[in-house]
């Protein structure tokens, strides 16, 4: 089982990333797949969650980035997506995604975010 994200770098403030998860190892489309992200001295945050495809792949938000990030998935291509957008020096984060099927989790190896002038 496969989790590598790729897509952070350093941005300005306002600017946009998009960052990708690509998966292996396991029946991608079954799995409900999240975005979270640590930043430093904090505790790993959920930002968001798309369902798997038979629940009608579902979105949900954390508020703080509630209107600023997407997540998206493309099943045959197996993998998921956040697009984030009006990023903020606050976004600095490393961000992973997460592959949950009942008591299966799934981790990445993360992808650092720096938002700054």
């Known amino acids: 089982v ?3 994200e790729s897509g952070g770098g350093l941005v300005q403030p306002g600017g946009s990333l998009r960052l990708s998860c690509a998966a292996s190892g396991f029946t991608f489309s079954s799995y409900y797949m999240n975005w979270y992200r640590q930043a430093p001295g904090k505790e790993r945050e959920l930002v968001a969650t798309i369902s798997n495809t038979n629940t009608g792949a579902i979105t949900t938000y954390a508020d703080s980035v509630k ?10 291509k197996n993998t998921v997506y956040l697009q984030i957008d009006s990023l903020k020096p606050e976004d600095t984060a490393v961000y992973y995604c997460s592959a949950v099927y009942y008591r299966n989790r799934y981790w990445g190896q993360g992808t650092q975010v720096t938002v700054s002038l």
């Open 2 to 4: 496969q989790l590598v």
């Open 67 to 76: 209107g600023r990030f997407t997540i998206s998935r493309d099943n045959a």
